[in-house]
């Protein structure tokens, strides 16, 4: 039985569209949890990381506008808070889909701890989006009025953004394969609490949001995985995107993928790491591949029919 790494996107948890409330949200996962229960059905064995961007953002945000009336919570401890009601949501929809199915499955929430190095540029150049979108003056009002550093996102408005370190090891990786052969585990959510080791092996949580598609390629790595799959908005990876002579790709080489980087192809904080942590992926496993497609499509892209592979050569 093939072993499956999923890497699901923002809009697998939520709607562009609608309010940003938990409600919301709950309802966008049920839909979403259909989709990935009939991966399951499909006879894949399977673990799902998801992205908390918005959701960490929020939780902050909430966070700091009470600080007069209780302690703000520091950043990596927003981060176990998002994993905690995403993945609650996640695992309450996912095993009521699956049954519906036929599929008597556990499904289990891991809080993640994942390490990153305290020297990682990534602290000093902050790329990954968090929080709601702002027009270019309000993001201007926010960097003037907190400190934040707001930068364009992919030309959807303006976002803050904070580290994004590369992850290194995940603390947990030993109870999730334990879990594996009976369980589907959501781990690594929101890209995992980014933790530094000490010198005398005890962990600290650090103010960042790791990459979840760098960490999803960290677990289908350290789990021997057959398959990354990277799940977000678009059917395939596209050149000139938006643009009138955008062209969809079936299937990129390591090769063609590191070209494309260089002409600027992909946009950072986007589809940019997802093509990265599908090369980092099959440069580790030549003989395997990973896929880049939509939810809605995720169950033909695993067998082939669509979605983008990256594939070493």
Known sequence: MEKLVIALGGNALQSGSGPATAEAQLEVVKSTCDFIA??????????????????????????????DVTPAMPFDVCGAMSQGYIGYHLQQSLRYSLKKKGLDIPVVTVATQVVVDENDPGFQNPTKPIGAFYSEEEARELEAKSGYVMKEDAGRG??????????????????????????????????GIPVIKRDDGSLEGTAAVIDKDFAAELL?????????????EVEKVAINFNKPDQKNLSKITCAECERYIGENQFAPGSMLPKVQAAMKFVKANPTKKAVISSLGKAVDAIAGKTGTEIVFE
């Open 220 to 232: 289908a790595e350290s789990i021997g995985a057959d398959m990354l799959v990277i799940l977000t």
């Open 158 to 191: 303006f976002r803050r953004v904070v580290a994004s370190p590369i992850p290194k090891e995940i603390v947990e990786l030993d109870s999730v394969k334990k879990l594996w052969d009976t369980t589907i585990v959501i781990t690594c959510g929101g890209g």
């Open 38 to 67: 009939q991966i399951s059905k499909e006879g894949y064995e399977l673990a799902i990381v998801h992205g908390n961007g918005p959701q960490v953002g929020r939780i902050l945000l909430a966070s700091e506008t009470a600080k």
